[in-house]
């Protein structure tokens, strides 16, 4: 691989002017035409923070430029990466640590920068990682990371508002996760590429972004099998090489224009999908009679006049994803009777139907249970949003709502989905950033 050209870290981006993003959309336009589909950020995070374990550069493909992935960069930035972003690409490299602090707002802004600790640890044996931020969705707990990592031989604490690591060279060990966590296995996956001996991992998570992660660990010389399965093996090695890697799509954000495609009157074809990745969402929506065809790489959907409800459970992959539940709800507030949405992965992901109520929808929340009456007719309103994945469902509540609905705080979107806006306004829609 080509050493990374000496370039200045990535300044920090600048967050203030997207605090206070204001979208407004007139609903009711037929969404018509390709959408296509951005690499995955939840792939990307991870693989970002694997750029620790090597000196040499790593060269990102098919990189979505969300504010999640620049707030990454930008943390590898301030503890001595170099590099750059192209267009929808990364190369950057970790020469040397120059600082293993990554800063609060940085570690604040997404909770991603806990997947520092596993690659700092083993490469440096030292990390200083603020406690995570990103979506106030319920707790966000992260023992099994820490526990897994002093298993390994790590001394943590807390400092302030920092989580400290050391250790002196991390040690293969068997663990199995008490519970499915994507980044607790992200984590423990990275710091046992370069620990002493052994390690095997049990009960990891399933979700092709682990996957697509193990796929560029073993391009960079990683000795990991298992992949794909509830058991990895990873043998330690004394270091990791440079690599070139191509991000797979974002399931989610195809999941939402899948959605949106369902709607009355869409006709949308949904382009550069792994439509392996969405068998959960597929099976409900053909369920619910959605009109889809699938086909190497693409999804045609084709909104029917009227859908059926349906009983859905969020799961762990292969699972029904819990970042679709939100959008899932605001389509079954159109559907023809009432439908049952529980939600068993987050203790408090229900913001957004408060949201949508106040577009017109019925939605009533049991327990870990949202009760969502159909056939509500709504009528744009003033909506606020919390989180990344309600404030698609709300994006969507605008697009059907009759009228203009106004969300504001939307610099949430932008965390997630690239070009939201414009993706949809390609498609038909009337929507438009008010406010920078
Ligand atoms: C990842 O978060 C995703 N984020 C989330 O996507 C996604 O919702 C989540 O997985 C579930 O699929 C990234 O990949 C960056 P978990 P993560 O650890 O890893 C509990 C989005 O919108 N738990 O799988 O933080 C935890 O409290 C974001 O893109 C512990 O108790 O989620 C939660 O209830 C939102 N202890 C459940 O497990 C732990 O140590 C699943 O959490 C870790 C987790």
């Not at 086909?295 to 994803?321: C, D, M, N, Q, W």
Request: glycine share 12%; with cysteine; net charge neutral.
């Amino acid at each position: 691989m080509p050493a990374a050209r000496a370039v200045e870290p990535v300044a920090r981006p600048n967050f203030h002017h997207m605090q206070n993003i204001t979208i407004s959309i007139r609903g009711g336009k037929p969404l018509r035409g390709n959408v296509a589909i951005s690499g995955a950020k939840n792939a990307t995070l991870p693989e970002l923070a694997a750029v620790c374990l090597s000196a040499e550069t790593i060269e990102f493909l098919n990189v979505p430029l969300v504010e999640d992935v620049k707030v990454m960069h930008a943390a590898l930035g301030e503890i001595g990466a170099q590099g750059e972003i192209g267009d929808n690409s990364i190369r950057v490299a970790m020469p040397v640590l120059r600082s293993p602090l990554v800063s609060l707002q940085t570690a604040r802004t997404t909770r991603a920068s806990v997947l520092l600790l596993g690659p700092l640890l083993a490469r440096h044996g030292y990390a200083k990682v603020s406690f995570p931020g990103g979506c106030p969705i319920g707790e966000r707990k992260i023992n099994f990371h820490l526990q897994g990592l002093e298993r390994m031989g790590a001394e943590i604490h807390a400092e302030d508002e920092y989580i400290v690591a050391r250790c002196r060279r991390l040690k293969g060990i068997e663990y199995d996760f008490p519970g499915k966590t994507v980044t607790g296995t992200e984590n423990l996956l990275m710091a046992a590429t370069l620990a002493e001996g052994t390690t095997v991992l049990g009960n990891c998570a399933l979700e092709p972004e682990v996957t697509d992660l193990i796929d560029l660990l073993k391009e960079m010389g990683a000795d990991i099998s298992g992949s794909g399965s509830e058991t990895i093996v990873v043998r330690g090695q004394t270091g990791l090489h440079g690599a070139s890697h191509r991000v797979i799509p974002d399931r989610i954000e195809a999941g939402t224009y899948l959605i949106a495609g369902c709607f009355a009157g869409n006709d949308i074809h949904v382009l550069g999908v792994e439509p392996e990745h969405l068998g959960s969402l597929l099976e409900i929506l053909r369920g619910m009679g959605a009109d889809i065809t699938v086909s190497a790489r693409e999804f045609h959907i084709k909104g029917g006049k009227s859908l059926a409800p349906a009983e859905v459970t969020t799961s762990p992959y292969p699972g029904f994803p819990t970042d679709l539940q939100a959008q899932l709800t605001t389509l079954l507030t159109q559907a023809s009777g009432v439908s049952r949405v529980r939600e068993t992965i987050f203790n408090d992901r229900f913001h957004h139907a408060g949201e949508l109520n106040r577009l017109g929808a019925e939605i009533k929340i049991e327990g870990d249970t949202a009760v969502i009456k159909g056939q509500a007719r709504l009528r744009g309103a003033a909506l606020k949003t919390t989180d990344l994945r309600a404030s698609a469902a709300l994006v969507l509540g605008g697009l059907i709502a009759e009228g203009k609905t106004i969300i504001q705080n939307s610099y949430q979107l932008f965390r997630g989905y690239e070009n939201m806006p414009d993706k949809l306004q390609k498609l038909g829609a009337d929507i438009k950033i008010i406010q920078g």
